[in-house]
């Protein structure tokens, strides 16, 4: 798979930029472009241009606003070719800027080993903000056409049981990236595979079946409260082939899944895929599959098993698809499975799986390319763990017992949009400890209460000025020219140009979290903003609709990052 950008450097499929229209896109473009002169007159007209990006030239913003507002390292990259000191040719790439730019770079000055610090005029910041006003709700949205057809097949738990807090994760980063991978410009599938084959099935069948006959469950059988329930409700629970019994309790608990998700903000699934179509007709899926490998040259037997050469594309080791037995592997099914979503046309399939299928990477990477398919064309996303943590301490979770808590009494307990905020704040590949004290505080402390709360004072300002003032404002923010921003202005206006690259680079990596991560540090923002600035009755009606300009900018984006994290922007609190 490519490599990711880095963060200073939007993705090829993020966000349009315009070389007139002041952007953070277009300052960048600017550096790169003064940088490429810099080159040509040194090396002639052939000169290869300068690499933006990861390893190359980056335009970043300064740890304190005295650095001034942007800092590039070209100098530093492009020392070696001009046979100049670092120093000497930010002074020349500076002064080189100050001539393309004009009036919207205000200064430039040398800094360290030769880093060049960019300070930008108030009118360029003003009518960057009007860019993003006049973007409207697109503001951020990709600009790549035609998108890819993006399959994106997330949650797909198990029937046997109760959706619980580690499929909420995956709940919510599922949809979350959907969410924005739509906003990407992706046209985007989801999918939800049910695993209704094999022997888990009827060992719930005999679960349930045990428990209605009053007997204790087998072995190893499902538990709790909810098998007595399914026992309850199933007509002839106790006299039937528990095969049939279990049939009838998975087709409910899907029912039950999706009304839990519907309740948590999952958007609807395009497709529920189901393992146990793969097995049926003649010849099955899993036969066609099976015999697509077999003709391809890429199965042998031995022992008596059929194995798939899988080393041959990456994997550790060669798996088995048919055991001696004439038995099917839970991989034989992956194989069929992925060979079906392959011929449906996607471009990318995107699987997010659970902790407990890290193993399973290499191994599907192997199949995929033995189909023919191109593996980086594959993306497997492994979740990890999430530990409740209640007064302290964790609550403990197992399906089989019955010990476990669930996603409505998560739900129930912090409400949805806790719930997605906590489970989506940190890195999917990273453990999450939920404290459910925090998560229902109203407090400054609680981050999803921070951000909602300033969505709904901006709502509130915006109220006070009037619906004809607010839509009025933002049509000219450019139109104060003498009077100079406040440096919480020019803090807030930089932090709302930041969210289209924030945004691409967030979609590249699959990184619901770092939107979170925005969306508290632009809350935060327009919290100093909003002490700092007075906004109705300020000192002039101009700078009045500057700023109220700034107030509809920073809720229709706050109210963005929390729509593509599944949370609601509220209008009062």
């Known amino acids: 798979m490519t490599e990711p950008p880095s963060s200073d450097q939007p993705p090829s499929s993020g966000p349009v930029v315009s070389g007139e229209q002041p952007s953070l896109g277009a300052l960048r473009e600017a550096v790169l472009q003064a940088a490429a002169t810099l080159l040509r007159v040194a090396e002639g007209d052939a000169a290869p241009p300068p690499a933006g990006g990861r390893g190359g030239i980056t335009l970043e913003r300064p740890p304190r606003a005295d650095f001034g507002d942007y800092s590039t390292n070209a100098a530093l990259l492009l020392a070696p070719r001009l046979s100049a000191s670092p120093r000497?040719?930010?002074?020349?790439?500076?002064?080189?800027?100050?001539?393309?730019?004009?009036?919207?770079?205000?200064?430039?000055?040398v800094a360290g080993p030769g880093f060049l610090n960019l300070f930008l005029a108030d009118g360029w910041l003003r009518t960057a903000l009007g860019g993003v006003l006049a973007a409207g709700d697109a503001y951020g949205a990709g600009g790549?056409?035609?998108?890819?057809?993006?399959?994106?097949?997330f949650v797909s738990a198990n029937p046997t049981g109760p959706m619980h807090v580690?499929?909420?994760?995956?709940?919510?980063?599922?949809?979350?990236?959907?969410?924005?991978?739509?906003?990407?410009?992706?046209?985007?599938?989801?999918?939800?595979?049910?695993?209704?084959?094999g022997s888990q099935v009827r060992t719930f069948g005999e679960s349930i079946r045990a428990l209605a006959r009053g007997e204790r469950a087998p072995e190893n059988g499902y538990q709790g409260d909810y098998i007595a329930d399914l026992a309850a409700r199933i007509a002839d629970a106790a006299t039937s082939d528990p095969a049939d019994v279990g049939r009838a309790a998975v087709a409910m608990m899907v029912g039950e899944i999706q009304r839990s998700l519907t309740a948590f903000g999952v958007k609807e699934f395009d497709y529920w895929a189901y393992e146990s179509a793969l097995h049926e007709g003649q010849p099955s899926l899993v036969d066609r599959a099976l015999a697509r490998l077999a003709e391809l040259g890429h199965t042998y037997m031995q022992d008596g098993a059929l194995w798939l050469r899988s080393t041959t594309?990456?994997?550790?080791?060669?798996?088995?698809?048919?055991?001696?037995?004439?038995?099917?592997?839970?991989?034989?099914?992956?194989?069929?499975?992925?060979?079906?979503?392959?011929?449906?046309?996607?471009?990318?399939?995107?699987?997010?799986?659970?902790?407990?299928h890290h193993g399973y990477v290499l191994r599907l990477k192997a199949v995929y390319a033995a189909l023919g398919g191109d593996p980086d064309d594959l993306e497997l996303l492994i979740m990890q763990l999430v530990h409740l943590v209640r007064s302290g301490e964790r609550a403990q979770m197992s399906k089989r017992a019955g010990e476990f808590v669930t996603l409505d009494d998560l739900v129930s307990e912090i409400g949805v949009d806790a719930a997605r905020w906590y489970l989506l704040a940190r890195s999917h590949d990273t453990t999450v400890d939920l404290d459910l004290d925090l998560a229902r505080s109203q407090s400054a402390e609680n981050p999803v209460y921070y951000v909602q709360y300033a969505h709904a004072r901006i709502l509130s300002v915006l109220a006070k000025a009037g619906e004809d003032r607010a839509s009025a404002a933002g049509e000219d923010p450019a139109g104060v020219a003498d009077q100079?921003?406040?440096?919480?202005?020019?803090?807030?206006?930089?932090?709302?140009?930041?969210?289209?690259?924030?945004?691409?680079?967030?979609?590249?990596?699959?990184?619901?979290?770092?939107?979170?991560?925005?969306?508290?540090?632009?809350?935060?923002?327009?919290?100093?903003?909003?002490?700092?600035?007075?906004?109705?009755?300020?000192?002039?009606?101009?700078?009045?609709?500057?700023?109220?300009?700034?107030?509809?900018?920073?809720?229709?984006?706050i109210a963005r990052c929390l729509d593509l994290l599944g949370v609601s922007a509220p209008e009062h609190m």
């Not at 002074?91 to 000055?109: C, I, P």
């Not at 990456?314 to 499975?337: H, I, M, N």
């Not at 919480?488 to 979290?513: C, G, M, N, W, Y």
Request: proline letters at 2%.
């Open 484 to 557: 100079e921003l406040h440096p919480s202005e020019r803090a807030l206006i930089k932090q709302l140009l930041d969210f289209p690259v924030e945004l691409a680079s967030a979609t590249a990596r699959r990184a619901p979290h770092r939107i979170a991560a925005y969306a508290l540090e632009l809350a935060q923002g327009f919290t100093a903003f909003y002490r700092d600035c007075r906004v109705v009755g300020a000192e002039s009606e101009a700078i009045e609709s500057q700023r109220i300009a700034l107030c509809v900018a920073s809720r229709r984006t």
């Open 166 to 197: 580690g499929h909420a994760r995956n709940a919510a980063y599922g949809d979350a990236l959907a969410r924005m991978l739509e906003f990407a410009g992706e046209r985007v599938e989801r999918e939800y595979y049910v695993n209704d084959a």
């Open 313 to 356: 594309f990456g994997d550790d080791k060669d798996r088995v698809l048919v055991r001696s037995s004439g038995e099917f592997t839970y991989l034989a099914s992956d194989v069929a499975y992925h060979e079906e979503k392959r011929e449906r046309g996607f471009d990318r399939l995107v699987d997010v799986w659970g902790a407990d």
């Open 144 to 153: 790549r056409e035609p998108g890819e057809r993006v399959m994106v097949e």
């Open 88 to 109: 000497e040719v930010a002074e020349r790439l500076g002064a080189q800027l100050a001539g393309d730019l004009g009036a919207s770079l205000q200064r430039f000055e």
